[in-house]
């Protein structure tokens, strides 16, 4: 348990948006300090190449970002960084400065671990925002700007406001999102349909080719969502961004019958929307996923969903300051498991493959029996056309037990003496060269020693070893073969002076002091 969460329990008893209040204060003073900064980064900040990404031209060192509505002025942006992120997206931003919604407009769920606000878009104004932004942009990690509409502007006038918000910010951001989806704003949501987008897509393009992003309702019904996504896609969105929070309040109970819900009770909610997406449009356009992720399972499980990137909010408030370093960690491990080598082998596996994740289930619930070589085979990715580790050792088992020679039987003496007769009256020519003479403590006999290095030497082998011929007795041409062998072990012995040092001399020597103790 982290400090953060071992103090949690004293911080939420002070009012959820002065708490943020105090963060934004500590994060943006004091994080940023050199020394601070130092070591924040060295203990938040996940390096592995393994985590690296790639999106609509952006480089991302890692998969987390920050979600909107957390820095909503750009006044954290130093500090956030070294709290491990890959990337932030700033606001909402609206063109003119407004306070958002009566207080109080923001509630802890601490059990469900979960949110609900009815903030309403409160920020600076572009201007100011854009100003402050200058002063450190182009920044080290990618950040992005999401735009929305003011509260006080008419439908009809959206398409102009959302177009000045982009003008204001048009070169302090890496990429935009289009926030048509809030549920605090009114009628903000009508703008979900497939008319506003394609007018918003047009009037963007005329201003800027950085990457356009539209983020969306879980709430929409899927025929719908489906519709806009496409019309996007078609108009020259970059991605999708799946979702924002919910006004289904049957996913929290207690909840307030206002605002929108996040965290832990949106999770299953985002999940859905985020595959439905995925199996419609995968391969077609980038998805960010956010809504309900607090740990490295749940981010892994919608990067497998078909999420390039993802994005936490929520989380960050219940299990503190850790939870980048604690996603990025995880998903290593977690890649490693099921044999990926990069995190861009994994996005969109359970999509392409039309699997999905076996998890670990408790052994009270009913799990469905099937082989194990099978099971890990449907879960698990192959790399570079090698087996997962287990189904390898599965199938050296396999292997093992079908190469296990028959126990032998017992054999009487008498039997195993005819046996031996038998086998010397078979022997062939090939075998000639051999003699059956039982061996002595594991070591070969002389003859056995000699005739196996005179088949190391052919040439020497086919002059000295007489054939056998036609009608000539093959019993009598073994005994000829032994005193041959014997007299040429005598010859090599009297010719050198010297003892030899080789394996086989040494052998033979051995062999003699052996048979002498007998």
């Known amino acids: ?89 700033l606001g909402t ?22 949110l609900q606000n009815e903030m309403g878009f409160n920020n600076q104004g572009s201007l100011k925002i854009a100003e402050r932004l200058e002063k450190i942009y182009p920044y080290s990690i990618p950040l992005g700007i999401n735009v929305g509409k003011n509260k006080i502007i008419a439908q009809s006038d959206s398409l102009k406001n959302y177009e000045n918000v982009l003008l204001d910010c048009l070169n302090i951001g890496d990429y935009y999102v289009f926030n048509l989806s809030s549920p605090n704003t009114p009628k903000l949501r009508d703008l979900q349909n497939v008319s506003f987008v394609q007018e918003l897509f047009a009037m963007a393009k005329t201003h800027t080719q950085k990457p356009i992003f539209i983020k969306i309702s879980p709430d929409m019904k899927p025929d719908d969502m ?12 970059s991605g999708i961004i799946a ?22 009770a949106l999770k299953e909610k985002s999940r859905e ?28 499980q919608r990067i497998r969903l078909g999420a390039s990137l993802v994005q936490v909010f929520s989380g960050l408030i219940f299990q503190g300051p850790t939870l980048c370093r604690e996603i990025n960690e995880g998903l290593l491990q977690l890649l490693k498991n099921d044999g990926f080598t990069s995190l861009n082998e994994a996005i969109g596996y359970d999509i392409i493959n039309k699997t999905k994740r076996v998890s670990k289930k408790p052994k009270t619930e009913a799990i469905e029996k099937t082989s194990i070589e ?10 570079r056309g090698r087996k997962p580790k287990i189904v390898e050792s ?42 059956s003479i039982p061996k002595k403590r594991g070591r070969k006999s002389k003859v056995e020693l000699l005739a196996l290095s005179l088949q190391e030497k052919p040439q020497e082998d086919s002059k000295t070893t007489p054939k056998v011929q036609a009608g000539e007795d093959s019993t009598n041409h073994i005994e000829n073969l032994k005193q041959q062998t014997h007299s040429q072990v005598e010859q090599t012995t009297a010719e050198r002076n010297q003892p030899r040092n080789d394996a086989l001399t040494q052998i033979l020597v051995n062999e003699k002091v052996d048979s002498q103790k007998e």
């Open 273 to 300: 929307i985020l595959r439905i997406l995925s199996e419609a449009f995968f391969g077609k356009t980038t998805f960010i996923s956010v809504g309900g992720i607090s740990d490295a399972n749940e981010a892994y």
């Open 394 to 435: 599965v199938g050296k088992m396999e292997e093992s037990k079908a190469e296990k020679k028959p126990r032998k039987t017992r054999t009487t003496k008498t039997e195993s003496k005819s046996a031996t007769q038998d086998s010397k009256k078979q022997t062939n020519t090939q075998n000639l060269g051999k003699e």
């Open 226 to 237: 489906l519709k806009v996504v496409e019309m996007s896609i078609k108009c020259g969105a």
């Open 243 to 264: 979702t924002n929070t919910t006004i289904d309040y049957s996913v929290l109970n207690g909840a307030k019958e206002s605002g929108g819900v996040s965290g832990e």
């Open 93 to 114: 931003i609206t063109q003119a400065p407004q306070s958002g919604n009566p207080k109080p407009r923001l509630f802890r769920y601490i059990q469900e671990k979960s």
């Open 1 to 89: 348990m982290s400090i953060y969460q071992k103090i949690s329990p004293y911080l939420f008893r002070i009012d959820a948006e002065k708490m943020h209040d105090i963060a934004e204060w500590t994060i943006k003073n004091i994080a940023p300090l050199p020394l601070v900064q130092d070591y924040l980064v060295s203990q938040y900040c996940v390096f592995d190449e393994s985590l690296h990404t790639q999106v609509a031209g952006m480089r991302f060192y890692n998969p987390v970002g920050l979600a909107a509505g957390f820095d909503k002025n750009a006044t954290m942006v130093k500090g956030l960084s070294a709290l491990g992120f890959g990337f932030l997206e």
């Open 374 to 383: 099978t099971q890990i085979q449907q879960d698990t990715p192959k790399k």
